[in-house]
């Protein structure tokens, strides 16, 4: 039996990735992005009427993270009108291999984890493999409210509906 294409399937949730449990506080997440500003999980509310955050872990290596960084952009209006802010966050790459991966002007706030410093507290398993691509639905008191595994054709729409 062949696969399902990529745009057919359905959105996977999860309950739990590495430290990071749905109805608990988000762990910390700080770091440098990739215009080399400093950024952190408190800032990403600095604007009010931020009402969700989405952490969206990708890799340029990783496929199903470019089908749903596309997906992303597609509908970056939609993301904006629902008070959803987006941020990127590359895990372990050089930031010229980011920049070339995404061009000179991406869409969203891309966060530099050059150290692969949120493998353990957003990536991991329960066998302990890291996992992407990897989505963190953060609401503005910074409890975890979602957590999205495999991208499908609805992922977007439940990014917006934070479920």
Not at 58 to 80: I, N, Y
Not at 100 to 128: C, I, M, N, W
Request: with cysteine; net charge negative.
């Amino acid at each position: 039996v062949a696969p399902a294409p990529v745009d057919t399937l359905r959105t996977e949730f999860l309950k739990s990735a590495g430290e990071t449990l749905v109805g608990e506080d988000a762990p910390w997440i700080s770091g440098w992005t990739l215009d080399g500003e400093v950024w952190n999980v408190g800032m990403a509310f600095d604007d009010s009427t931020t009402q969700r955050l989405a952490l969206v872990f990708f890799a340029s290596w990783c496929a199903p993270c470019r089908h749903g960084l596309k997906l992303l952009e597609a509908r970056a209006e939609d993301l904006e009108a629902w008070n959803t802010r987006v941020v990127l966050v590359n895990v372990s790459e050089e930031p010229e291999r980011v920049r070339a991966f995404l061009g000179d002007a991406p869409a969203f706030t891309v966060l530099l984890d050059r150290y692969g410093g949120t493998k353990q507290s957003y990536l991991r398993t329960v066998e302990g493999v890291v996992a992407l691509p990897q989505t963190v639905l953060v609401t503005r008191n910074r409890r975890v409210q979602a957590i999205i595994g495999k991208e499908g054709a609805d992922y977007v729409d439940r990014v917006l509906a934070g479920k």
